[in-house]
C-alpha cells in the first residue's frame, strides 16, 4: 500500500494529478488508505482519470492484487457537468453514485447526501427495543436494559462525531419513555406500531397522531382545558418542553393554584382524569363535558383537604380527661365495644358504679361480626338493659 502512496505522489508532483484542497491556503490530499480500502481525492479531467488508470494498473501488475470496480464508485463535485461525468465513469469503468452512505459505520456528510444521517441510530435502538417486552421488566432491570443495551448502540458513532442535538434528544426520550414505561401505554400510535390495524389519528381533533403526549397535553382539546384549569404563570412554559419534564415540573414543584391548593395536586389529578376522559368519549361514546375542568377542580379539592392533610402535624391543645365519682344517689355506666377489623369478630362490655365509686356490676361478651362503631353501640345497648334490670333509672 504504500507502494501505492508513492505511486500517487509521483502523478502529484508530475501534475498529472491534482490533488483535493479543503480551501486555497490547505494542503492538498489525494488518497486514504485504511485497511484494504482506498479512497482517492482529484480534480475531475480526462487527463486525471488518465493518470488514476495509470497508477492502479501499475500497482496492481506489480502486486498482483485486483481492484472490484463493482464495489468502487465515484462521487463527484455538484459542479461537474454530466458529459465530464459521462466520460470519467467510462474511462474508469466506475459508477457514479450520489450518496457515499456509511464508512466503517460512520455516515459521510455531503452535499445530496440524507438531511438526517444518524437517524439509522434511533432506528437501531427502537427496533432492538421491539424485542423487549419492558412492561414486564422491573425498574431495575429497565435500568439495566437502558444502560447495557440502549445507551451503547450510539457509543460507537460517538467516538467520531458529535450527535446532533435532536438525535440525542430522541434517544433521550426513548430511554425515558422505556423506563416510565410510556411506551406501553395503548395509544393508537402505540396499537399500529404493535400491528394492530388502526387509524393513528387522534379522535379527538382528527389533524394529528394520537400518542400519550398529544392526547393529555398537545391535542386542542387537553389544551383549551388546561386553559380553563388556569395553569400557574410558573408552570406556562414546560408545556412546551418534552413530556418527560413537563410531568416531572409539574408534578414536583410548590407552585399553588389560583383555589390555594397546590398545584401539584391538581396538576395530577387532571392528568389522570383527562386520560379517562378521553377513554370515555373513545370507548363508550360519552358527551364531551364542558364543565371538566370544575370536575377537576373538585376532585382535586377533596384529595386535598380529606387525604394529604392527614399527615399534617395540627396544633394541638391537650385536654386532661379523667373519671369522675357519680353524685350521691346516682350511678355511672362506662362501656366500650371494639372489634378485630371493620368489620370483624367484635366484643363489647362496661361497668356501672355506684356513688363514691362502689363497683356495683359488670359485663362483657362477644358480640359477632360487625364493625367497630356497631360494637360500641352493642355495648352500650346491653349496659343500658343491665341498669334497668338492676331498678337503676
Ligand atoms: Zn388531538
Known amino acids: ?45 480526462p487527463a486525471a482519470s488518465e493518470a488514476i488508470l495509470e497508477v492502479l494498473g501499475k500497482f496492481c501488475a506489480e502486486s498482483g492484487l485486483k481492484i472490484s470496480l463493482e464495489k468502487s464508485h465515484i462521487y463527484f463535485s455538484p459542479n461537474v457537468n454530466d458529459s465530464l461525468k459521462e466520460e470519467v465513469c467510462d474511462k474508469l469503468g466506475i459508477q457514479e453514485m450520489h450518496d457515499i452512505g456509511k464508512y466503517l459505520g460512520f455516515p459521510f456528510r455531503h452535499r445530496g447526501a440524507p438531511r438526517n444521517p444518524y437517524m439509522f441510530i434511533v432506528e437501531k435502538v427502537t427496533s432492538k427495543l421491539a424485542g423487549w417486552k419492558a412492561k414486564y421488566l422491573s425498574f431495575a432491570k429497565r435500568v439495566v436494559l437502558i444502560k447495557s443495551v440502549m445507551s451503547v448502540i450510539p457509543t460507537y458513532v460517538m467516538q467520531g462525531v458529535a450527535l446532533p442535538v435532536h438525535v440525542c434528544e430522541k434517544l433521550d426520550k426513548i430511554n425515558q419513555d422505556l423506563f416510565m414505561g410510556l411506551h406501553n401505554i395503548p395509544v393508537k400510535s402505540v396499537l399500529a406500531d404493535r400491528g394492530i390495524n388502526c387509524d393513528k389519528a387522534c379522535p379527538m381533533c382528527k389533524l394529528h397522531e394520537e400518542t400519550i403526549v398529544h392526547l393529555i397535553r398537545d ?37 399553588t393554584h389560583n383555589t390555594h391548593i397546590p398545584w401539584c395536586m391538581v396538576f395530577l389529578n387532571a392528568v389522570w382524569c383527562l386520560w379517562k376522559y378521553m377513554n370515555n368519549v373513545v ?22 383537604f380529606y ?21 350521691v344517689g346516682g350511678h355511672k355506666l362506662n362501656t366500650n365495644g371494639a372489634s378485630i377489623g371493620n368489620p370483624s369478630k367484635a366484643g363489647g362490655g362496661g361497668v356501672i358504679k355506684g356513688c363514691c365509686g362502689v363497683w356495683v356490676k359488670g359485663y362483657s361478651r362477644a358480640i359477632g361480626y360487625t364493625t367497630s362503631v356497631l360494637a360500641k353501640w352493642w355495648a352500650l345497648r346491653d349496659g343500658l338493659i343491665l341498669a334497668i334490670q338492676l331498678g337503676i333509672n
Not at 380553563?228 to 414536583?252: A, C, E, Q, T, Y
Not at 387525604?307 to 353524685?327: A, H, L, T
Request: charged share 20%; glycine share 4%; net charge positive.
Open 219 to 255: 391535542c386542542e382539546v387537553a389544551r383549551d382545558l388546561w386553559c380553563k384549569l388556569g395553569v400557574p404563570l410558573p408552570h406556562i412554559n414546560s408545556f412546551n418542553d418534552n413530556f418527560v419534564n413537563w410531568l416531572r415540573i409539574n408534578s414536583l414543584r410548590t407552585a
Open 283 to 304: 370507548l363508550e361514546n360519552s358527551v364531551p363535558n364542558s364543565k371538566l375542568d370544575k370536575f377537576w377542580l373538585g376532585q382535586a379539592r377533596e384529595f386535598h
Open 307 to 327: 387525604v394529604s392533610k392527614i399527615n399534617q402535624v395540627s396544633s394541638k391543645i391537650s385536654i386532661p380527661v379523667r373519671w369522675n365519682k357519680p353524685s
Open 1 to 45: 500500500m504504500k507502494y501505492l502512496g508513492y505511486l500517487i505522489k509521483q502523478k502529484c508532483v508530475d501534475g498529472a494529478w491534482t490533488p483535493l484542497k479543503a480551501s486555497k491556503e490547505n494542503l492538498g490530499f489525494s488518497h486514504l488508505l485504511f485497511a484494504d480500502n482506498i479512497i482517492l481525492f482529484g480534480k475531475v479531467d
